[in-house]
């Protein structure tokens, strides 16, 4: 017969056995470093927005994302404020999902400047910014480092490179880069969001725009370059382009 007294030590050795292996995953190098909601604070526009609660979530998943990602530099040296900036434009575009994982990323390459991909090309973006792995590459994202720190530093205009860059791996995730996030965008809006990718990049080569023109390459890059207008200035995409800023806060759940 189970006594209470086995129960309790039961019960004793599996929060022990739990403990134990909590512990020796924390023993991991620490990801996140001493000054972390400093710089977020100071670089990243869209955590200083966050009320307490949003912030400290935000922290958390920068965290996840540092820990089961690794950023290597190739030629360059990753700083802690790279990875901070990386891991802030891997969460923003996601945030309002909140069990999001990128498992179609393992590795980051951080580049100094320019780079020249002599591999597979197909996946390539504006050469100097940043890619994501095709081929060989596959579960890879190359950063242009002087690209990635612009894009926080600058909050005026619509760019930002890493968010680009992750909107392609979520995009991707469906099997297709092609504009269609079918992971997160639901089926009866499918339709509606590819007509309107291609009448506004009718337009942009038509009459120009205030969308930046590398969005008008194909449906893909139209995707990943009015996300980053939607993340960098929501308040002007809302006013220039009404409905694609419905249509993206759909998209990216960010609905109220
Ligand atoms: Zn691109």
């Known amino acids: 017969m189970v006594t209470v007294l086995q129960i309790f030590f039961a019960t004793g050795l599996v929060v022990l056995i739990i403990l134990f292996v909590f512990r020796t995953k924390r023993d991991e190098p620490l990801s996140l470093p001493e000054n972390y909601k400093e710089v977020l604070n100071d670089y990243v526009k869209f955590y200083q927005r966050l009320d307490g609660p949003g912030k400290e979530t935000f922290e958390k998943r920068v965290e996840e994302f540092l820990s089961a990602v690794q950023i290597t530099g190739a030629n ?52 100097i910014a940043g890619m994501v792995g095709t ?43 092609d504009g269609v996030p079918e992971i997160i965008l639901e089926r009866k809006y499918v339709e509606r969001w590819r007509n309107m990718m291609e009448s506004t990049i009718q337009s942009m080569k038509n009459h120009g725009s205030d969308i930046d023109m590398y969005g008008a390459t194909n449906h893909a890059e139209f995707f990943a370059v009015i996300s980053e207008y939607f993340f960098e200035r929501p308040d002007l995409l809302k006013v220039n382009h009404p409905g694609l800023y419905e249509m993206l806060e759909r998209i990216y759940k960010t609905e109220r």
């Open 76 to 127: 360059a040296v990753v700083e802690d404020i790279d990875r901070l900036l990386i891991a802030a434009g891997a969460i923003i575009p996601v945030f309002a999902i909140a069990d999001w994982q990128y498992i179609n990323l393992h590795e980051i390459l951080l580049y100094p400047g320019s780079f020249n991909a002599d591999f597979d090309q197909a996946g390539s973006d504006r050469p």
């Open 135 to 177: 081929g060989a590459m596959q579960n890879v994202m190359i950063i242009n480092k002087w690209q990635l720190r612009q894009g926080f530093i600058n909050n005026h205009d619509a760019h930002n490179t890493a968010i680009h860059e992750f909107v392609h791996l979520i995009d991707k995730m469906d099997g297709t880069m």
